[in-house]
């Protein structure tokens, strides 16, 4: 690359007393070279620094991060290339326990500032890696797209969008997604017995049903399309006692207690049997169940199916694009910070990437921005960012010369 050619000919003119100042990729604005900012010193490091740095990367780290910083290793990240002050502030949070990863700590313990100060400045000097092209798919993925395709196979039964035209067949929207899921589980396992449902999600991941939950969740409800066979005006005088939980109107507000509002009557009997029966198990809605005798159950079901079904409250996930336009004002265009204390993502590893969000989700990576970024992404969400991050292209930290000290 022309820079390498350029940090060669800066190295000779270092000797004669001036120091490099490195410069993120598009010139922002940089902090000035001798800025009183400790946390900035390995921005201003000279020539001779990095040559310092290189020695020490050669004998105590090339051997996980690669030979120029390149990483061939699972969950080990690409440091060539990264921002400068970003690298040394890292370092510094592993030698005080800050940031946790025993490989590290060991790897800096005996290390004093200075020489953390180079490495970070030689790493950061480094030409940065070339995008992946792993895992393609995954970052077009859409859950919304994929739980509709994936509940292709259920419209049958369920009705397009999840409202019912078969008597007996539950509605699928208005539910809380928690509360959907929960029921493919249970027919999976066998907690809930129906053997025909327990063949129609054998095939069906983990991860596909939250994306028809999803999808069924923002659908705009409708009452099932079926009919009542009871009065719903007594219904409703016998479900009194029913709203504590299912709520008014029967719009549930808790996610594991579903809503009844617009569903199939039928199917409402057929649950209530089933609880009176014991063939569905929950200790709550047996002894309910067994004080109702089927006319009241017939009665309850027409009120219910009668109501008008509502939305649960669930966000419309952010497609990827819209992800890394809200990551991309810290970590820069595409992953290309121009703060050189914010970590570029561009290029760098997926899996590393996909293992830093988790950590700052789960808190084992401490950091305040960090985990209220990443607190609501979902795993598949996690996922794409990762993906795509690794596939965009790395811009080089460019280090310049600046006048002496
Ligand atoms: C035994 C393998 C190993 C050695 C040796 C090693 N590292 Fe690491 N390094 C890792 C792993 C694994 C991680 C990721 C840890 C984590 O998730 O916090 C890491 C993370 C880092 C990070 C954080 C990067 C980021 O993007 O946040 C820096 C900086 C770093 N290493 C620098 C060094 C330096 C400098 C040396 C030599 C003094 C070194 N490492 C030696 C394995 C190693
Ligand atoms: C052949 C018809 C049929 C097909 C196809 C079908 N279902 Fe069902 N589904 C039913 C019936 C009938 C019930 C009620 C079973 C019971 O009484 O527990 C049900 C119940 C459910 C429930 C429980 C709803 C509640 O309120 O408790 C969920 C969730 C569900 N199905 C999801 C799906 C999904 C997802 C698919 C596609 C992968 C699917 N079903 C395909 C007939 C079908
Ligand atoms: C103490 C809280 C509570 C009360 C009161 C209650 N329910 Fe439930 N109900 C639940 C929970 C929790 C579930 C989900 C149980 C499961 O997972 O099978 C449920 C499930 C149901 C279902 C199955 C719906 C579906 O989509 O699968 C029906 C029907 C139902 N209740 C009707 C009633 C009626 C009618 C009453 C009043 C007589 C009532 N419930 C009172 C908590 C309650
Ligand atoms: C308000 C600024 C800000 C925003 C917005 C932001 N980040 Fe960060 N990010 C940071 C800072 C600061 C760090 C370094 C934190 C540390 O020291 O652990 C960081 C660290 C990271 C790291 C670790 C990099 C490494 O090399 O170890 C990843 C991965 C990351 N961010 C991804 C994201 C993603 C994905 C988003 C969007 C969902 C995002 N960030 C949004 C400021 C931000």
Redesign the pocket.
Known sequence: MKRSAQTLILALVLATGMTILAYSPNGAAQPVANSPEDDLRAVNASSLDIAEGKR??DA??????GAKGI?N?K?????AG?RPA???L??RA?QAGA???P??Q???KF?SDD??VK??AY?ASLDPATPSNTRPTAAKLDPVQAGKAAASGCAGCHGEGGVSKTAGVPNLIGQDPKFLVGAMQAYKSGQRKNDMMKTMLAAVSETEMGNIALYYALQKPARAQTTAHGDAAAGKTAATDCGGCHGDHGVSGSPATPSLAGQDADYLVDALKAYKGGTRSDETMKSLAAAIEEPAMKNIAAYYSSLQPQPPKVRKPLTTAEWVARCDRCHGVNGNSTDPRF?ALAA?RAD?ID??LH?YQKGE?KNTTMAAMAFGLTDAEIDNLATYYAQQKARAVVFITQPGK
């Open positions: 020490l990367a105590s780290c090339s051997s996980c991060h990483s290793n969950g080990t990240p690409h440091l990264q970003y690298l040394h890292e370092l592993y940031r946790g990863s490989v590290m060991a790897a800096v290390l020489a953390l490495v970070a790493y970590p760098q590393y293992k830093v950590a990576r």
